[in-house]
């Protein structure tokens, strides 16, 4: 079975490169737009890893990735932030989350990511 990957962003262009890369690399794919759906999401998908955006028009990834990390249930799932802040200002972020990435990042380097945190 194919291991699973949910995509929380706002951005719908986004969202297609995510799936569109990840769903060519073998893994099954989940994508949301709102912070809102994440829980109900996590619910019915299951999924290994969790990547999310901070900067959510509806939430903050930060928080979401904290709740996700304190939930039994999901406590274990590694999680990775992407976001569009600076390297210095990502350096003074306090969250739980696995890998936090820059906006623009290189894909290749996410999939590496991707699969030393499930394997």
Known sequence: MNKKILFLDDD?????HYETVFKEAGYSVRCIEMADAVYKAIESFTP???VLDIRLSDGDGRKICDEIKI?????NVPV???TALSHAEISKLECAADAIFGKSFNSDNLLLTVAD???
Not at 12 to 16: M, S, T
Not at 71 to 75: F, H, L, S, V
């Open 12 to 16: 719908p262009i986004a969202l297609y």
């Open 48 to 50: 290994d890893l969790i």
């Open 71 to 75: 939930r039994p249930a999901t406590m």
């Open 80 to 82: 990775i932030l992407l």
């Open 117 to 119: 945190l499930i394997k």
